[in-house]
């Protein structure tokens, strides 16, 4: 995700082990790759832990899980 990040964070407070807010007002993925072209970070997880309950509550659904 990225793109379209309102900066409500939700995640973070949710998922501060994977999901913090930077001054640019966005939620960053800790260890996160970003992807340039899709504008997106991504992660392998062996396990979702919170990851679940961040992506269903962010309010414009830019966390994706795959
Ligand atoms: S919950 Fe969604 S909109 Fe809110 S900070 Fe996280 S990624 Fe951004």
Same mark, same amino acid.
């Given at each position: ?5 309102? *900066?409500? *964070?939700?995640? +973070? +407070? ?8 930077? $001054? &640019? ?6 260890? *996160?790759?970003? $992807? ?9 997880? $062996?396990?979702?832990?919170?990851? =679940?309950? +961040? +992506? &269903?509550?962010?309010?414009? =659904?830019? @966390?994706? @899980?795959?």
């Amino acid at each position: 995700m990225h793109e379209g990040c309102i *900066g409500c *964070g939700t995640c +973070a +407070a949710l998922c501060p082990k994977f999901w913090e807010l930077k $001054d &640019d007002g966005k939620a960053h993925l800790k260890g *996160g790759k970003f $992807d340039e072209e899709k504008k997106e970070y991504e992660l392998e997880l $062996d396990e979702l832990e919170c990851n =679940q309950e +961040a +992506a &269903d509550s962010c309010p414009v =659904q830019v @966390i994706r @899980i795959e």
